[in-house]
C-alpha cells in the first residue's frame, strides 16, 4: 500500500506512514484481519463452493434441455386440448360480447331519456356479459353520478313506507301498461322487496306476466339465455302454460347443443338431432344439425378414419336435396377409402338403421325386443328393436336402457349425453323428454305411463329410488332409498336396496300405499330384476357363485337358478306372452343375444352383440 502523501510503501499493519507519519486510515479503510483458525476454514469453504460452481456449470446445459423439452411437449398436448375448447368457446364469446354491446347501446338510450335506474340496470348486465366492456364501466360511472346528484325529494317522515310505495307501483304500472315488459318487471321486483304487502296480489299478478311476456319475446329474437332467465323467474310464481313451456324446453335443448359446439362432436349431433326430432323448424337447427356432422366427418377424415367420415359425410348429404359438391366429394373418396381398409370385426346390425332378417329365432313368434348395441364408430350405445316381423330397427342413437311401456307400446330410454329420460311413440312422431338429473339410471314406467321411476344419487352419493310425473306437472320425488327401479305390468314396484334392518336385495312395494317394501332376497348384488307378464315372478342376475348367472324369483316365496355355466349370463327379459326369457351371454367367447325357455332349457342364440361396455348397467325389455 502506498501513501497518497508522499509515495512511500506502507506495511499492511502500520497505523502510520513512515516517511511523513500519516495516518493510514486516511488512506483506505483498514480491513478486519481475521483469526488464523478463521482464514484457514474459510479457504476450505472457497474451495468447496468453486467446486459446487463447476458442478453445477457441467449440468446446467442438461438441466436447461430437460426443462425445455418438456416445456414444448406441455405446450403440445395443452394446446392440442385447449383448441378443441377455444373453437366451441370462440361463438359462444362473441354472441356473448353481442349480447353486451346491445344492452350498451340500450343504457344510453335509458341514459339520454333521462331513466337513470334503468339505465343502471343496463351498464351492469352489459358489464355481467362483458367485464372488460370500456364503454358501459364508464357510462355506468356517469349515470350513477348524475343520479346521486339528483336531490331526494323531501317527504313527511309520516307514511314513508306508504309514499315510497305508491311511486314505485306507479312507475311499474306505467311501463307495464306501454309493454315494456323487462322494465316493469324490475320495477315489480324492486317494490316487493321494499314493500312485498303492498297490493300483493295485484303486484304479483302483474310481475308474472311482464316475466312470462319479457321471456317469450326474448326467446323470439334468439336470446336464449335471457328468456329462459325471465321464464324462470315467472315459473317461480305459478306454472306456465304449455306453449310456454315447449318453448322453454326447445330453448334449453339449444342451448345445451350449442354448449358441445366445437368440444364434443357426438354428443352436439344427438342433441340437435333430439332438437331437429321434436321441432325440425326451429330457429337454424337444421342447419345447425347439418355442418356438426359435416364437421364431424372431418375430424375423423383428418385422422385418416375414413369408415366413420363416410358415414358421417352420408348422414349430411341426406339431410339436403342438393349437396355440397366438396362435401360429396370427401364422402366418395372416404368411401373408396374404407372399403381397401381391413375390417375391424363389429356386431353384425352396428351402424344400420333397418335391417330384414331372414330367418327369425325359434321362440320370438310376437312382440318387440329392444336392447342397447354398442357403437364403436361413436364410442357410445344406440337402442335397437327386433320386431316379429323380421325387422331389426335403429331406434335411437347416443341412448341406453331401453323400457317398454307395457299399455301403450311407447319405448323409453335413457339419453347418454344428456343425462334424460325420453318416450318415443313409434309412428307419431318425435321423442318426448320426460325428465333430467345428472347421472340417472335405469328408467322404468308405470303400466299407464303417466308416471317414471329411476334411480341417481343424492348429495351423500347414495342411490335413492325417484318418481315422477311424464308430462313434467310436479318435481320428482323421492320413494326410497335403493337403484334399479322395475314396474310391473300389476302396478308393483320392484328394486335393489336395504331394509330398515340394514339387510339388503330384492324389494317388493306397492308405491301407491304407505306401507314399507318387502325383502325378497339376500344380496345387494341382485340386479336387472324384470318381471313377468303376470306380475308374480321376476327373473334377475346375481354374482352370487363368483360369475354373473340368471334366477327365478317368486313374489311368494322362492329362488330357482336357471343358468349354470363358467360364463356371464344376464339381462334378462320376459317375453309378453311368457313363453321365453331374452338374455345376453358371453358364453361362445363374445357378447350375443339369446332366448330360453321360462325353465333355463333350450337356449338358442338370436344374433352377436359385438361389445358391451359396462354390461351389468345396462338392460333389455320385450313387451307386446
Known amino acids: 500500500?502506498?501513501?497518497?502523501?508522499?509515495?512511500?510503501?506502507?506495511?499492511?499493519?502500520?497505523?502510520?506512514?513512515?516517511?511523513?507519519?500519516?495516518?493510514?486510515?486516511?488512506?483506505?479503510?483498514?480491513?478486519?484481519?481475521?483469526?488464523?483458525?478463521?482464514?484457514?476454514?474459510?479457504?476450505?469453504?472457497?474451495?468447496?463452493?468453486?467446486?459446487?460452481?463447476?458442478?453445477?456449470?457441467?449440468?446446467?446445459?442438461?438441466?436447461?434441455?430437460?426443462?425445455?423439452?418438456?416445456?414444448?411437449?406441455?405446450?403440445?398436448?395443452?394446446?392440442?386440448?385447449?383448441?378443441?375448447?377455444?373453437?366451441?368457446?370462440?361463438?359462444?364469446?362473441?354472441?356473448?360480447?353481442?349480447?353486451?354491446?346491445?344492452?350498451?347501446?340500450?343504457?344510453?338510450?335509458?341514459?339520454?331519456?333521462?331513466?337513470?335506474?334503468?339505465?343502471?340496470?343496463?351498464?351492469?348486465?352489459?358489464?355481467?356479459?362483458?367485464?372488460?366492456?370500456?364503454?358501459?364501466?364508464?357510462?355506468?360511472?356517469?349515470?350513477?353520478?348524475?343520479?346521486?346528484?339528483?336531490?331526494?325529494?323531501?317527504?313527511?317522515?309520516?307514511?314513508?313506507?306508504?309514499?315510497?310505495?305508491e311511486y314505485l307501483y306507479g312507475q311499474a304500472v306505467v311501463l307495464y301498461d306501454n309493454e315494456q315488459w323487462k322494465e316493469a318487471a324490475e320495477k315489480f321486483i324492486q317494490l316487493r322487496a321494499y314493500d312485498a304487502s303492498y297490493e300483493a296480489e295485484t303486484v304479483e299478478e302483474m310481475l308474472f306476466d311482464s316475466l312470462y311476456n319479457a321471456g317469450m319475446s326474448l326467446l323470439d329474437e334468439d336470446r336464449f339465455e335471457e328468456g329462459l332467465f325471465y321464464l324462470d323467474q315467472a315459473i317461480a310464481l305459478r306454472p306456465l302454460d304449455e306453449e310456454a313451456k315447449r318453448q322453454r324446453d326447445l330453448a334449453r335443448m339449444y342451448l345445451t347443443a350449442m354448449g358441445?359446439?366445437?368440444?364434443?362432436?357426438?354428443?352436439?349431433?344427438?342433441?340437435?338431432?333430439?332438437?331437429?326430432?321434436?321441432?325440425?323448424?326451429?330457429?337454424?337447427?337444421?342447419?345447425?344439425?347439418?355442418?356438426?356432422?359435416?364437421?364431424?366427418?372431418?375430424?375423423?377424415?383428418?385422422?385418416?378414419?375414413?369408415?366413420?367420415?363416410?358415414?358421417?359425410?352420408?348422414?349430411?348429404?341426406?339431410?339436403?336435396?342438393?349437396?355440397?359438391?366438396?362435401?360429396?366429394?370427401?364422402?366418395?373418396?372416404?368411401?373408396?377409402?374404407?372399403?381397401?381398409?381391413?375390417?375391424?370385426?363389429?356386431?353384425t346390425v352396428e351402424g344400420t338403421d333397418v335391417i330384414t332378417l331372414t330367418n327369425m329365432p325359434e321362440g320370438f313368434n310376437a312382440g318387440r325386443l329392444a336392447f342397447p348395441l354398442y357403437n364403436s364408430g361413436t364410442g357410445s350405445y344406440d337402442v335397437f328393436s327386433l320386431f316379429a316381423d323380421k325387422r331389426l330397427v335403429k331406434l335411437a342413437s347416443n341412448a341406453d336402457q331401453p323400457t317398454w311401456v307395457w299399455n301403450d307400446g311407447r319405448l323409453g330410454y335413457r339419453n347418454i349425453g344428456s343425462s334424460s329420460v325420453s318416450l318415443l311413440n313409434l309412428g307419431q312422431g318425435g321423442a318426448q323428454r320426460v325428465t333430467v338429473r345428472a347421472g340417472l339410471m335405469w328408467p322404468t314406467f308405470s303400466p299407464d305411463g303417466t308416471r317414471v321411476a329411476y334411480s341417481a344419487k343424492d348429495e351423500m352419493g347414495q342411490w335413492q329410488i325417484y318418481i315422477a310425473p311424464t308430462d313434467g306437472s310436479a318435481e320428482p320425488v323421492v320413494h326410497a332409498a335403493g337403484k334399479g327401479p322395475a314396474w310391473a305390468p300389476n302396478g308393483l314396484l320392484a328394486w335393489t336396496g336395504c331394509d330398515e334392518s340394514g339387510e339388503c336385495g330384492i324389494i317388493v312395494d306397492n308405491p301407491d300405499d304407505d306401507q314399507a317394501g318387502t325383502r325378497l332376497t339376500a344380496s345387494i348384488n341382485d340386479i336387472a330384476i324384470h318381471w313377468a307378464p303376470g306380475g308374480d315372478l321376476l327373473a334377475y342376475m346375481s354374482n352370487f357363485t363368483g360369475d354373473w348367472e340368471i334366477y327365478l324369483l317368486s313374489v311368494g316365496g322362492g329362488v330357482v337358478r336357471l343358468t349354470e355355466n363358467s360364463a356371464n349370463d344376464g339381462l334378462p327379459a320376459w317375453a309378453p306372452d311368457g313363453s321365453s326369457i331374452a338374455f345376453v351371454s358371453d358364453r361362445e367367447g363374445s357378447w350375443s343375444l339369446y332366448l330360453m325357455d321360462p325353465n333355463g332349457e333350450n337356449p338358442r342364440k338370436v344374433m352377436d352383440l359385438g361389445r358391451l361396455p359396462s354390461w351389468t348397467n345396462q338392460r333389455i325389455s320385450w313387451a307386446p
Not at 23 to 40: D, E, G, H, I
Request: net charge negative; glycine share 4%.
Open 1 to 165: 500500500m502506498e501513501c497518497p502523501e508522499c509515495g512511500a510503501e506502507i506495511p499492511e499493519t502500520a497505523l502510520l506512514c513512515p516517511e511523513c507519519g500519516r495516518l493510514t486510515s486516511q488512506t483506505q479503510p483498514m480491513p478486519r484481519v481475521k483469526p488464523p483458525q478463521q482464514q484457514k476454514e474459510d479457504k476450505v469453504a472457497k474451495t468447496q463452493k468453486t467446486k459446487k460452481a463447476s458442478k453445477a456449470k457441467q449440468s446446467t446445459p442438461t438441466l436447461i434441455w430437460a426443462m425445455i423439452f418438456l416445456c414444448i411437449f406441455a405446450l403440445v398436448i395443452g394446446g392440442s386440448a385447449y383448441y378443441g375448447v377455444y373453437r366451441g368457446e370462440r361463438d359462444r364469446e362473441q354472441r356473448h360480447d353481442e349480447l353486451a354491446e346491445e344492452h350498451y347501446q340500450l343504457g344510453l338510450e335509458r341514459l339520454n331519456d333521462g331513466q337513470y335506474e334503468l339505465a343502471i340496470a343496463e351498464f351492469k348486465y352489459a358489464l355481467k356479459l362483458d367485464p372488460d366492456h370500456q364503454g358501459a364501466q364508464e357510462a355506468l360511472a356517469q349515470t350513477e353520478a348524475r343520479l346521486s346528484a339528483i336531490p331526494t325529494p323531501t317527504r313527511p317522515s309520516t307514511d314513508t313506507n306508504e309514499i315510497d310505495a
Open 260 to 347: 358441445f359446439w366445437g368440444v364434443d362432436w357426438a354428443r352436439c349431433i344427438n342433441e340437435f338431432n333430439e332438437l331437429y326430432t321434436v321441432e325440425p323448424n326451429y330457429k337454424d337447427v337444421f342447419q345447425r344439425l347439418y355442418q356438426a356432422r359435416v364437421n364431424y366427418a372431418t375430424v375423423f377424415y383428418e385422422q385418416d378414419e375414413m369408415c366413420p367420415a363416410a358415414e358421417q359425410y352420408a348422414k349430411a348429404i341426406q339431410m339436403t336435396a342438393q349437396p355440397d359438391p366438396t362435401v360429396q366429394g370427401k364422402r366418395e373418396e372416404a368411401d373408396m377409402l374404407c372399403s381397401q381398409a381391413t375390417p375391424t370385426p363389429v356386431a
